[in-house]
């Protein structure tokens, strides 16, 4: 058996992807429809605290296309958390005008791949501040999930310590080109959901997007050994583009 990589895990995630019943919206009454946006906007001064007092994390963007109209990335402690706040906002007078279209579990994880032997990750502020990290309020997200290939000679999981070790610094190489442009947080989903990991990318400039996925295709790990699920990528909400997204 190949020695499994060790993996230290921080926060648990969930990306939440709603679309608006427009149509709905459209019909409800003023009263209602300030009814919602209080609640939300509620809700959305609630997570803050949460993340000032350094218990948390909430990201949340417009997503363009149909795959979804938004999405809230959530970070927790605990997966009961992240189970609460999904069924607080299902009671909200808001959450009856959304329709769920996608969700993804997962618990943002770091692996000892690039790690300097004999040395207590737990003991580096920099890797703690990685675990449980505050989401950047970058102009755009992008979000996928994927999955390390296991077939014939092209399984991930039966490769030595080693080689894998070597393509992953290839990987992270390429990463650190994109430093202060990209910033990326890897979360785990082995046992929680249907990919093995979920990519978040945040970026002032959304092509810089383009370039780093593109650019990592042609590095051994992904070209061979990358298979990926949707993309969704979208844009910030602040509180004046929310504003704007709900305005009739
Ligand atoms: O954690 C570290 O910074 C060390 C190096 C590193 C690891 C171990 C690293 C760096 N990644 C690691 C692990 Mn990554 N990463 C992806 C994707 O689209 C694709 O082809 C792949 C999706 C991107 C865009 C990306 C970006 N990385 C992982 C893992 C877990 C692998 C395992 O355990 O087998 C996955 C699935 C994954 C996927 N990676 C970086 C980046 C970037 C931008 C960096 C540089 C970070 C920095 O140095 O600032």
Redesign the pocket.
């Known amino acids: 058996m190949s020695e499994a990589?060790q993996?230290l895990e921080g926060w648990y995630a969930l990306h939440d992807f709603r679309s608006i019943d427009w149509t709905a919206w459209r019909l409800a009454d003023a009263k209602d429809r300030n009814t919602a946006l209080d609640e939300l906007q509620s809700f959305l001064k609630e997570w803050q605290a949460v993340e000032e007092a350094g218990n948390g994390s909430t990201a949340f963007y417009s997503i363009v296309g149909q795959k979804a109209d938004f999405v809230f990335m959530h970070l927790r402690e605990t997966l009961e958390e992240l189970n609460a706040i999904e069924t607080a906002f299902n009671k909200t007078t808001f959450a009856q005008y959304t329709i769920p279209a996608h969700s993804y579990v997962s618990i943002v994880e770091?692996?000892n791949?690039?790690a300097p032997p004999g040395t207590d990750p737990m003991q580096n502020p920099d890797i703690i501040a990685r675990l449980k990290p505050v989401l950047p309020k970058w102009d755009h997200i992008c979000f996928y999930p994927?999955n390390?290939r296991r077939e014939g000679n092209d399984n991930?999981y039966m490769l030595s310590m080693d080689e894998?070790k070597t393509m992953?610094r290839s990987?992270?190489m390429i990463?650190?080109g994109?430093?202060g442009k990209?910033k990326?947080i890897?979360t785990g989903s082995v046992g929680f959901d249907n990919w093995e990991?979920g990519?978040t990318?945040f970026a002032n400039d959304a092509l810089q997007f383009k370039k780093?996925?593109y650019e990592?295709?042609f590095d051994e790990v992904?070209a061979r050994f990358?298979e990926?699920g949707e993309f969704y990528v979208g844009n910030i909400l602040t509180e004046e583009k929310l504003g704007q997204l709900l305005s009739l």
Do not use: D, E, N, P
Request: aromatic share 16%; glycine share 10%.
């Open positions: 990589a993996t770091l692996s791949y690039m994927m390390k991930w894998r992953m990987h992270g990463g650190r994109y430093a990209v990326q890897i990991w990519v990318l780093l996925v990592m295709r992904s990358g990926f």
